[in-house]
């Protein structure tokens, strides 16, 4: 099976699909990498993206209905997507609804904590 390729968008084209006949969240990811500097020491680098989802096809699937990724459609869902505490078998589920992601620089960054890097430097939407 090849890797379908992602095609760029801007948060305003996202808010376009806001619709039960067109529905799109956004959903930020990071990717851990490890890169090796020397034989002594490794960096662990996070890249983050904000991956576009099509949830159209899935809206009637939905284990909470319809109605909440409605509520987000067009816009992050990220939040609510993290609050709900979905299992790890989502994330290959959700593969198959990955479109794109959102092309225009980030502005803001949440500062990090001192507790574990969960969600507290992930970069902001907006």
């Not at 390729?5 to 990811?29: C, G, M, N, Q, W």
């Not at 990071?30 to 002594?40: A, D, M």
């Given at each position: 099976?090849?890797?379908?390729?992602?095609?760029?968008?801007?948060?305003?084209?996202?808010?376009?699909?806001?619709?039960?006949?067109?529905?799109?969240?956004?959903?930020?990811?990071?990717?851990?990498?490890?890169?090796?500097?020397?034989?002594?020491?490794?960096?662990?680098?996070?890249?983050?993206?904000?991956?576009?989802?099509?949830?159209?096809?899935?809206?009637?699937?939905?284990?909470?209905?319809?109605?909440?990724?409605?509520?987000?459609?067009?816009?992050?869902?990220?939040?609510?997507?993290?609050?709900?505490?979905?299992?790890?078998?989502?994330?290959?589920?959700?593969?198959?609804?990955?479109?794109?992601?959102?092309?225009?620089?980030?502005?803001?960054?949440t500062r990090h904590t001192n507790e574990c890097c969960k969600t507290?430097?992930?970069?902001?939407?907006?």
């Open positions: 099976m090849t890797d379908k390729k992602l095609r760029p968008f801007t948060a305003a084209e996202v808010a376009e699909h806001d619709k039960p006949t067109s529905a799109y969240i956004v959903i930020k990811d990071k990717i851990f990498g490890v890169e090796t500097s020397s034989n002594r020491y490794s960096i662990l680098l996070a890249k983050f993206f904000r991956l576009v989802y099509d949830v159209t096809k899935f809206l009637s699937e939905h284990p909470g209905g319809d109605k909440v990724l409605l509520e987000v459609a067009g816009q992050d869902a990220t939040a609510s997507f993290n609050d709900v505490g979905h299992s790890m078998s989502v994330g290959a589920m959700a593969k198959a609804f990955q479109v794109g992601y959102i092309s225009e620089p980030l502005k803001n960054y507290k430097c992930v970069p902001d939407l907006e």
